[in-house]
């Protein structure tokens, strides 16, 4: 199984990026999919997740509105949008993969490498 995580980057507070996930090994369609992110020294925290139809998704609180999940099943692929970057969300950003569509870091099965967002203010 490989989830290979890509899109991030170094930008100015303010700017956007998308994140991808390509996902293989595993029916993707079967998985729900989700968006984790951590800061060195910190715990991990949940960002985002998606339902395996893509119709259902679950975004942190303290990001709706800046933060949109999203997937394609036809190319096995989930996707983090995120507009109006803040200092703040400076962060490795972790795909991931679970048997159910859930907030709860603890149900994702697999996990991909990680993408660095760095947002310079």
């Known amino acids: 199984v490989q989830l290979q995580a890509s899109g991030g980057g170094l930008v100015e507070a303010g700017g956007s990026l998308r994140l991808s996930c390509v996902v293989s090994?595993?029916?993707?369609?079967?998985?729900?999919m989700g968006w984790i992110r951590q800061v060195p020294g910190k715990e991990r925290e949940f960002v985002a997740a998606?339902?395996?139809?893509?119709?259902?998704?679950i975004v942190k609180d303290s990001v709706k509105g800046r933060f949109t999940i999203s997937r394609d099943n036809a190319k096995n692929t989930v996707y983090l949008e995120i507009l109006n970057l803040k200092p703040e969300d400076t962060a490795t950003y972790y795909c991931?993969?679970?048997?159910?569509?859930?907030?709860?870091?603890?149900?994702?099965?697999?996990w991909g490498q990680g993408t660095q967002v760095t947002v310079s203010s």
């Open positions: 090994g595993l029916r993707f369609i079967a998985y729900g």
């Open positions: 998606i339902s395996r139809g893509g119709n259902n998704s």
């Open positions: 991931a993969a679970s048997p159910a569509y859930s907030p709860r870091i603890r149900d994702y099965k697999y």
